[in-house]
């Protein structure tokens, strides 16, 4: 009898418990169904909305091959002083298409060259400067001094001195300015007979560049040069003898006023001249 109902009681229990679980499965179900269809069904929002950042990229070996030019090239690579057995006697420096240059001591008389033009076989001139080429000599490049200058000595002013009269002198006669164009002398120092650059100058005998056949002197009909001129300074620089005719290429290459002081006719004149690039 006791049995029996120890039984029946247990069955009730059950009984009992098993609509609870079967409600409580029905609720997880409607759960999930509404979470489901909240995600499909549900409004997007425009609002932005933040993404975790991007790991770091893995970091990397850098080589260190070009290290050496971070901090500027070496001194090894500048341009050393030319070997060449050249001199250089005058330059016209503008930019590339007018910037010239006199060379002597490569043939047997001068040689005029413009900027990528070669002096000889493996070197080429690559820049002129007021005061020195660089030329390139199988890859390496190299410095040429104008004659007379050297290294360590500043560039030359731009400005051009006034020249002075001795005392007692008759006062010279200043002749209107002329204009004239650093292309323009570069072509007349490429001129046929630029190689006889110095042809027409005779020493004068007191003194100065005599400008004996104005035929045959490239810059002097650039110049307005006469016969009978005779050149005795240019920009205070004194001018004593034919070889200092570069002096005047290179007043002119390296200034823009130019005053030439010339004994013509036995009087004392400054002729002026305005370079224009």
Known sequence: ?????????????????????????????????????WQLFAPRSTAPSLTPPLPPPPARVRAWNGASSWFGVSGANEAAASTLSARLVAVIAGDDRSSAAIFTGIEASAVALRVGQSLQPGVQLVRVARDRVELDRQGKREVLMLDGRDASEPGVSGSAPTSRSAPGAAPAIDVPVATLFRGQLAATMQAGNIADWA?????????????????????????????GDVLKAVNGQNLSQPADMSLVFTAFSQQAQIRLSVLRGGVPTTLQYQIQP
């Open 1 to 37: 009898m006791l049995r029996v109902f120890a039984l029946n009681r247990h069955r009730l229990t059950l009984a009992g418990v098993i609509p609870v679980m079967e409600l409580g499965l029905v609720l997880l179900i409607a759960w999930l169904a509404a979470g489901f269809f």
């Open 199 to 227: 042809k027409g100058l005779a020493p004068s005998p007191g003194g100065g560049i005599l400008i004996a056949d104005p035929a045959q002197q490239p810059l002097a009909k650039s110049l307005q040069l006469q016969a």
